[in-house]
């Protein structure tokens, strides 16, 4: 009671300033009733640039690896599935790099240092999408795989290789025109980059599978170069190649359908290795495999006949067989014909005299 009459005391500006104090009391309530105990009070902090990237999941400039990628992008990623590695692939890149740059050297005419910035797996679409444009698309076939891979070349690399084979002078930056489509000589230039390209590419898999890479054709708009559904999943390798002050990146996309008829050769940890192959265990099973008993049959003849016959027998029921004393007689094992023979008798005992071996002759 007596706060009411002290509010009616009160004027007019300190009754608004009552009211917006007994509006105010039951947020700070429910905020403090909601906060998690031994957890600090933060709900005025504005989070900071360098925050909202970490939580976004977007890292500084200079992390080019996939695995450091965090927060809500990670999230994103997850929905994507974790494709197995193939080591193999990488030796087949790694030598790529080394093939790549004595072959450019000589195409160049120019110190060229090829390097191989990293491996990943992307969806198709997904890699489309995240072609920086311009860009040349050159699409080739693996003629024994019956499939087809992809190359990009960007515009960094287009032109710098135009430049050093028209004979652009050394330490400059070669110019760019943008806006305007690739000329046939720009074409032509590429075209023939690629074909040396694909040609180490071979080499670089004659270890592990025969294989030839067919240039199938150039494109300038990705969606021209859809060799997969967006879906399926792909290796992406990006290589970066360097030519004293100009350069590029060069692309290689494989889809794992495209890899799929050497994908267990992939799959090894090095070169020539062998799953689930023990030498000294094979060599153990075939010595005790010549030691192994088995039983042998002499068929002196066989007659088809109906259940209903052979349910009829009872005891004294004769069998006619169509042999003779001198009729071939037949050596099984199981249901495998193994020899064919002459029946006689030697001492006490009937014995069969092998004319004719079945069987290949063992290599052992």
Known sequence: MADEQDFENMSPEEQAAAFEAMAAAPAED?????????????????????????????GGEGESNEEAVTGMQAIVNSALVAYERLPML????????????????NFTSDNVEVSLDHMSSSRFGDYLNSIPLPAMLGVFK?????????ITVDSSLIYSV?????????????????????????????????AIVLTDLKTAFE????????????EINPRFATIARPANAAVVAKLRIDME????????????????????????????EKFGRDSIWESHLASELWA????????????????????????????????????????KCGSVGMFTGSMGRRKQSIAIRVDERLIAESKG
């Open 30 to 58: 429910d905020t403090e009733d909601n906060t998690i105990e031994g957890a600090p009070a933060q709900s005025g902090r504005v989070l900071n640039q360098d925050e909202i990237d970490s939580l976004l999941g977007f």
């Open 90 to 105: 990488e030796v087949v890149f790694d030598r790529l790099v080394r093939l790549m740059t004595t072959s450019l050297r």
């Open 142 to 150: 693996a003629e024994q795989w019956d499939n087809y891979g992809l």
């Open 162 to 194: 135009v430049d050093v084979l028209l004979g652009g002078r050394r330490g400059t930056a070669p110019t760019r025109v943008e806006g305007r489509p690739y000329t046939t000589i720009e074409r032509g230039l590429v075209e023939r980059m690629l």
């Open 207 to 218: 270890p592990l599978a025969d294989v030839n890479f067919n240039f199938d054709r150039l």
């Open 245 to 272: 002050d100009r350069g590029g990146r060069l692309e290689f996309l494989l889809p794992y359908a495209t890899l799929e008829p050497v994908r267990e050769v992939l799959l090894q940890m090095f070169m020539g």
């Open 292 to 331: 192994t008993d088995i039983a042998l049959e002499a068929v002196l003849d066989e007659q088809p006949m109906m259940l209903s016959e052979i349910m009829e027998w009872h005891v004294g029921t004769q069998l006619l067989l169509n042999a003779d004393p001198s009729s071939t007689v037949a050596l």
